[in-house]
């Protein structure tokens, strides 16, 4: 099934179907622009860009 991530989802919440260190994920997002989404198909190896969550 395939899996969507919104731009400013905490990612350590991701479809446990994911696989990622969880621990490293803390406190992050996906460093794509707001209100996009990244998808992955099932058996799909993809890079992230993820930074912290915050603001300025």
Same mark, same amino acid.
């Given at each position: 099934e395939l899996i969507s991530? &919104?731009?400013h989802f905490h990612f350590i919440e991701a479809n446990?179907?994911?696989a990622f260190d969880r621990t490293l994920a803390? &406190?992050?997002r996906l460093n794509i622009p707001a209100g996009d989404?990244?998808?992955f198909?099932?058996?799909?190896q993809k890079e992230a860009?993820?930074?912290p969550i915050g603001g300025q």
């Open positions: 991530i &919104g731009s446990r179907h994911l803390y &406190g992050m989404i990244l998808t198909n099932p058996g799909e860009p993820i930074i």
